[in-house]
């Protein structure tokens, strides 16, 4: 059966202010505040029924490009700029399938974004929002789930130029072989600056939420952890032994490492693993690790080999998962699994996932995991939940709740909106609705509903139009039309 073809008719690109109720710091940078990218979009399919389709994802500073040269304003920049090339050129191609927009445009977009100074990364953020804005409208127009809809190839995945390893994959038996989740751990962040006990508190937020990490593991009873590493051994082991103090008093426990590129190579990454061997306080914590995650910084990590650091625990990449050849050849560097995100794409998950079938029938171990990019409650987070879902996860990480408070900057009427449709993943508080975590579970049937885990949109009316992107200083631009205060570029089809 020939999946439906369609073309990309408009887009409108919006944002939204957001500030942080607690600092989150990450790698070299400690995050305050940030701005949420909003892009609708409409097609038309070939019978000329028409549908919008909505993405939203954070404008995330310092973790696309970590160059401390460039201020905030301009990673927001870059990645606005990435939006830009990847509507233009969505309006530019003519009908096709899903995965055909997304696999036919990927170079182009790639080579774009490189003529611009724009680093793989980058380039698949933009085209990662077009790509879930457009399968959103597609599985609206038919009215069904993300899940009914991929299981049964409304995209068209199939073999494709851009993945040459993946050439003779059945995509197809892949998909409709997957069992979506209903429920899933909530894997919670410890950032680099997170209070630990209330001793390391001068003042206190008193929101109603929790705020040191013994309040969290009361509040939401975590069975999986991530915690953050800042690249210095002795600073690293000492921040771990009073994180263990707090776990080892828990039931039972799991942890990941995320070493957010702060290790200059393998060698000293490993050395932080021997450290922890030597000191009995961590014994519990150490057994306890599931994965390694991105321990060396992007510029060397698919340079030199993982294999030593990997005999002790699995290790992915995620930062380093740029290009789309990025997992194969880690892979052949002794690393085990690759990151999901729907800022890198929902497609590119799909490829991660569709090469650990075919590596494992082989007898192999390898795997996806589920990370977050502050994702915020709504559309944000459904998306990223209903793809972790689908690719049948058992724990995702999840941070936007701890470090924003519910559905902070947006209208009540929105998040109501929202809580009504999914009195499963969002508790009412006195406070306002808010993300429900229960035992550490996040429950999400209800995402079981027509579009991309979310039927209901956001407050449209309460953000503003998206500026153009500043980067690069004197590139050539389209003609822009204003529609109702809304920057839309527009390009008829027929």
């Given at each position: 059966m020939m999946p439906p073809r369609f073309t990309i008719t408009a887009v409108e690109r919006r944002e939204w202010p957001f500030t942080l109720r607690l600092p989150f710091r990450f790698g070299a940078v400690t995050m305050t505040r940030g701005r949420q990218a909003v892009l609708r979009l409409r097609i038309r399919d070939e019978a000329g029924r028409e549908a919008w389709g909505i993405a939203a994802e954070t404008l995330a500073a310092k973790w696309f490009d970590k160059d401390p040269s460039l201020s905030d304003a301009e990673n927001e920049d870059q990645l606005r700029r990435s939006l830009e090339l990847a509507c233009e050129a969505a309006l530019a191609?003519?009908?096709?399938?899903?995965?055909?927009?997304?696999?036919?445009?990927?170079?182009?977009?790639?080579?774009?974004?490189?003529?611009?100074?724009?680093?793989?990364?980058?380039?698949?953020?933009?085209?990662?929002?077009?790509?879930?804005?457009?399968?959103?409208?597609?599985?609206?127009?038919?009215?069904?789930?993300?899940?009914?809809?991929?299981?049964?190839?409304?995209?068209?995945?199939?073999?494709?130029?851009?993945?040459?390893?993946?050439?003779?994959?059945?995509?197809?038996?892949?998909?409709a072989g997957l069992s979506p989740a209903r429920r899933i751990h909530a894997r919670h962040t410890v950032g680099l600056v997170d209070?630990?006990?209330?001793?390391?508190?001068?003042?206190?937020?008193?929101?109603?939420?929790?705020?040191?990490?013994?309040?969290?593991?009361?509040?939401?009873?975590?069975r999986y952890w991530k915690l953050k590493l800042c690249g210095d051994v002795a600073a690293?082991?000492?921040?771990?032994?009073?994180?263990a103090a707090v776990l080892d008093r828990l039931h039972g426990y799991?942890?990941?490492?995320?070493?957010?590129?702060?290790?200059?190579?393998?060698?000293?990454?490993?050395?932080?693993?021997?450290?922890?061997?030597?000191?009995?306080?961590?014994?519990?914590?150490?057994?306890?690790?599931?994965?390694?995650?991105?321990?060396?910084?992007?510029?060397?990590?698919?340079?030199?080999?993982?294999?030593?650091?990997?005999?002790?625990?699995?290790?992915?990449?995620?930062?380093?998962?740029?290009?789309?050849?990025?997992?194969?050849?880690?892979?052949?560097?002794?690393?085990?699994?690759?990151?999901?995100?729907?800022?890198?794409?929902?497609?590119?998950?799909?490829?991660?996932?569709?090469?650990?079938?075919?590596?494992?029938?082989?007898?192999?171990?390898?795997?996806?995991?589920?990370?977050?990019?502050?994702?915020?409650?709504?559309?944000?987070?459904?998306?990223d939940l209903a793809l972790v879902a689908l690719l049948g996860l058992a724990h995702?990480?999840?941070?936007?709740?701890?470090?924003?408070?519910?559905?902070?900057?947006?209208?009540?009427?929105?998040?109501?909106?929202?809580?009504?449709?999914?009195?499963?993943?969002?508790a009412d508080t006195p406070r306002g609705p808010r993300l429900r975590i229960r035992d550490g579970v996040l429950e999400i049937g209800s995402l079981e509903t027509p579009g991309l885990g979310a039927t209901v949109e956001p407050d449209l009316a309460a953000m503003a139009e998206m500026p153009r992107a500043a980067w690069p200083p004197k590139a050539d631009r389209r003609s822009v039309e204003t529609l109702g205060g809304v920057n839309l570029l527009y390009k008829s089809k027929g």
């Amino acid at each position: 059966m020939m999946p439906p073809r369609f073309t990309i008719t408009a887009v409108e690109r919006r944002e939204w202010p957001f500030t942080l109720r607690l600092p989150f710091r990450f790698g070299a940078v400690t995050m305050t505040r940030g701005r949420q990218a909003v892009l609708r979009l409409r097609i038309r399919d070939e019978a000329g029924r028409e549908a919008w389709g909505i993405a939203a994802e954070t404008l995330a500073a310092k973790w696309f490009d970590k160059d401390p040269s460039l201020s905030d304003a301009e990673n927001e920049d870059q990645l606005r700029r990435s939006l830009e090339l990847a509507c233009e050129a969505a309006l530019a191609a003519g009908p096709n399938a899903a995965f055909g927009h997304f696999a036919d445009g990927y170079a182009a977009q790639a080579a774009a974004c490189t003529a611009e100074g724009l680093n793989p990364l980058i380039a698949s953020y933009g085209r990662a929002l077009v790509d879930r804005a457009a399968l959103d409208a597609l599985l609206k127009l038919h009215g069904l789930s993300f899940f009914a809809g991929m299981r049964a190839n409304l995209g068209g995945m199939a073999p494709h130029a851009v993945v040459p390893d993946l050439a003779g994959f059945d995509f197809a038996a892949m998909l409709a072989g997957l069992s979506p989740a209903r429920r899933i751990h909530a894997r919670h962040t410890v950032g680099l600056v997170d209070p630990i006990t209330t001793a390391d508190q001068a003042t206190r937020v008193e929101d109603g939420l929790p705020e040191t990490l013994e309040e969290v593991a009361q509040a939401y009873d975590h069975r999986y952890w991530k915690l953050k590493l800042c690249g210095d051994v002795a600073a690293d082991l000492e921040r771990l032994c009073r994180i263990a103090a707090v776990l080892d008093r828990l039931h039972g426990y799991h942890v990941t490492l995320d070493g957010n590129e702060q290790y200059a190579d393998a060698e000293g990454a490993l050395a932080l693993w021997h450290a922890m061997q030597a000191e009995p306080r961590l014994a519990r914590l150490r057994a306890s690790i599931v994965y390694i995650e991105q321990p060396v910084a992007r510029a060397r990590a698919l340079e030199t080999g993982m294999a030593a650091l990997a005999a002790a625990r699995p290790v992915i990449i995620d930062e380093s998962d740029g290009p789309l050849d990025a997992f194969p050849r880690a892979r052949a560097l002794g690393y085990a699994g690759v990151s999901s995100k729907s800022c890198k794409g929902i497609w590119r998950s799909l490829l991660n996932l569709a090469r650990c079938h075919a590596w494992n029938a082989a007898g192999g171990r390898y795997f996806l995991s589920g990370e977050d990019l502050t994702t915020l409650p709504g559309v944000c987070l459904q998306q990223d939940l209903a793809l972790v879902a689908l690719l049948g996860l058992a724990h995702v990480e999840r941070n936007g709740h701890h470090f924003v408070a519910g559905f902070a900057g947006r209208p009540k009427a929105e998040a109501v909106r929202f809580l009504e449709a999914h009195p499963d993943l969002y508790a009412d508080t006195p406070r306002g609705p808010r993300l429900r975590i229960r035992d550490g579970v996040l429950e999400i049937g209800s995402l079981e509903t027509p579009g991309l885990g979310a039927t209901v949109e956001p407050d449209l009316a309460a953000m503003a139009e998206m500026p153009r992107a500043a980067w690069p200083p004197k590139a050539d631009r389209r003609s822009v039309e204003t529609l109702g205060g809304v920057n839309l570029l527009y390009k008829s089809k027929g």
